[in-house]
């Protein structure tokens, strides 16, 4: 993973944090990020447990 990679990927587990709950249509819109940067991140933090996606709700 490219450093870009990495700073995109602690910005958006930072700014989920703080505006939870988010969807995952919400977080290109709200942080300014392509749809499939952040689709891509929010999968990667979520398999390597660092996210946690709302089971009830696939899309939180």
Do not use: C, Y
């Not at 602690?10 to 969807?23: G, K």
């Not at 819109?29 to 749809?35: I, K, M, S, V």
């Amino acid at each position: 993973m490219e450093m870009k990679g990495v700073i995109e990927s602690l910005w958006i587990r930072e700014a989920v944090a703080q505006h939870q709950p988010v969807t995952a249509g919400e977080v290109p819109n709200r942080f300014g990020l392509p749809e499939s940067t952040a689709q891509r991140t929010l999968v990667t933090l979520d398999e390597d447990g660092w996210l946690r996606a709302n089971r009830g709700d696939a899309t939180r």
